[in-house]
């Protein structure tokens, strides 16, 4: 079974803070992501990497930066917290596209708010 | 711009009866489509996908249709079950391994 992990299932931190959320996948996938999940407005990618040291920008990385120094590990770092950052976030992971399956595995999410 | 959309935030349902969940693409270059199950607290699992050289693909209880032309896919789960109150997301992609999500529906089965 596919497992992702995400260092914190729950975070506070203060406006202006530097935060970390950690994910790691145990599957050898290639491709990992970061998002963000808030109501109504469904998940929307922020920062996503094809291979070790490989980021692109998803949809909404302002304020967003990611680092990924090893196949299994994707940290999405917030340079200065602030308070429209508070939402849940959700790291995933996937093998590169196969025409037949394009699944996403999802790790549990890790619920941040910002005082 | 939305390019997936799910314009039902909620839907309940009996038990026993049939949950029909909709979703609306604008994007005519996505070539796969997905389904996913969230519970609360807990991260979206994959529930059942199409490719767009199908038009129905279905697994167990659940059943996805596309039409192409209409730019419209729909989950079908019969029976509806307790256990299947949760938000579902569907998701569509092309060319890449980029997944575009719709905003959720939260469906209710009502025992």
């Known amino acids: 079974d596919v497992k992702v992990t995400q260092s914190s299932r729950y975070l506070v931190k203060r406006t202006g803070e530097k935060v970390f959320l950690e994910c790691v996948q145990d599957m050898d996938h290639e491709n990992m992501f970061w998002y963000r999940q808030d109501p109504g407005l469904g998940l929307r990618l922020i920062y996503f990497?094809?291979?070790?040291?490989?980021?692109e920008k998803g949809d909404i990385p302002e304020g967003y930066s990611v680092s990924r120094e090893k196949k299994e590990r994707f940290s999405l770092i917030l340079e200065s917290a602030s308070t429209n950052q508070t939402s849940m976030y959700l790291c995933?992971?996937?093998?590169?596209?196969?025409?037949?399956?394009?699944?996403?595995?999802f790790g549990p999410g890790t619920r941040l708010t910002v005082l | 711009d939305q390019q997936v959309k799910q314009n039902s935030p909620s839907l309940s349902v009996q038990e026993g009866r049939i949950s029909i969940l909709n979703c609306d693409y604008t994007n005519s270059m996505f070539d796969y489509f997905l389904w996913y199950k969230k519970y609360p607290a807990e991260g979206p699992t994959f529930l059942i996908s199409?490719?767009?050289?199908?038009d129905k693909n279905e697994d167990g209880r659940f059943t996805v249709f596309l039409n192409k032309s209409a730019k419209h896919l729909s989950l079908h789960i019969v029976p509806s079950q307790p256990g299947d109150s949760a938000v579902y997301f569907c998701?569509?992609?092309?060319?890449?391994?980029?997944?575009?999500f719709g905003t959720g529906t939260r469906l209710t089965i009502i025992p």
């Open positions: 998701a569509a992609s092309f060319g890449n391994e980029k997944l575009t």
């Open positions: 199409i490719s767009s050289i199908k």
């Open positions: 995933a992971s996937s093998l590169p596209r196969d025409p037949t399956n394009d699944e996403q595995f």
């Open positions: 990497s094809y291979d070790v040291k490989m980021k």
